[in-house]
């Protein structure tokens, strides 16, 4: 679709690939960074080497940071508990999780208000969001050993 096009042809391509060998140009015109966690900020339980220097640095400069992950085990709390493990300063408005964005997305179409639950096939960091943000849910910890039978007019029983 012509909305995935670049509008530029090479020489313009090579002139934006150009800015990104000039830093100081790039953060002069930008105040918010946003950063992927695992593989960008750490390996594992292992801070990448040179992180915490660019993160102290950017914020020295007045930057805005934001850090992103499609993990949903852990809470923003339990990533802020990571984060501090790792030696890293952020808070938890700093964090958006995929956890924290489901909570939030139901928490704005005011889904508490349908008197449902939200049956959670998932890990401890997405039910506590959705505590936080006042969802009522079912399932996650208390139905993992439960196996839903797959055969025809198969169900699971739940509260």
Known sequence: ???LTPPFGRRAFASAAAKLRAPRELLD?????IF???GVIWLGDKVIGGVPQVLD???AQGKRLFFVTNNS???R???CSKFSALGLDVGSEEIFSSSFAAAAYLQQVKFAETGKKVYVI?????CDELDLAGVPWIGAEA???KVAPMGRGGRVDHD
């Open 143 to 145: 139905d993992r050993e």
């Open 73 to 75: 085990t852990k809470s």
């Open 57 to 59: 640095a950017l914020r």
């Open 77 to 79: 709390a339990g990533y």
């Open 122 to 126: 998932g890990e401890r960091g997405i």
């Open 1 to 3: 679709p012509a909305a």
């Open 29 to 33: 015109r930008v105040d918010v960074l």
């Open 36 to 38: 992927d966690c695992d």
